[in-house]
Nanobody, 122 residues
Framework: VQLQASGGGLVQAGGSLRLSCAAS????????IGWFRQAPGKEREFVAS????????RYADSVKGRFTISRDNAKSTLYLQMNSLKSEDTAVYYC????????????????WGQGTQVTVSS
């Protein structure tokens, strides 16, 4: 499956952004999907994941209550609604697909998108 993330940009602290991840190729609904992020000089870290039909989700503690992951299988698209953004949310955000549910580790994901930059100014 090919993934392409979009929707990043520059936003002030406290603001909101919605990221999208469009899938093509293999059947989107066959994959559990996750969002990761990588800040300069840091390792890529888990943000959120969602199960095949959206019934189950998982979040990193750092974004719980502020970010919401969702998916529309009819449109083969994943979303990440980000509210109450903080400067520490600044990173390149990646979407990824996995065959196993609600995974949090980078090696557990099989396909990756190219990333979209989110910059939060304080």
């Amino acid at each position: 499956v090919q993934l392409q993330a979009s929707g990043g940009g520059l936003v002030q602290a406290g603001g909101s952004l919605r990221l999208s991840c469009a899938a093509s190729g293999r059947t989107f609904s066959n994959y559990h999907i996750g969002w990761f992020r990588q800040a300069p000089g840091k390792e890529r870290e888990f943000v959120a994941s969602i199960s095949l039909r959206g019934g189950s989700t998982r979040y990193a503690d750092s974004v719980k209550g502020r970010f919401t992951i969702s998916r529309d299988n009819a449109k083969s698209t994943l979303y990440l609604q980000m509210n109450s953004l903080k400067s520490e949310d600044t990173a390149v955000y990646y979407c990824a697909a996995a065959l196993l549910a609600l995974r949090v580790r980078v090696p557990e994901y099989d396909y990756w998108g190219q990333g979209t930059q989110v910059t939060v100014s304080s």
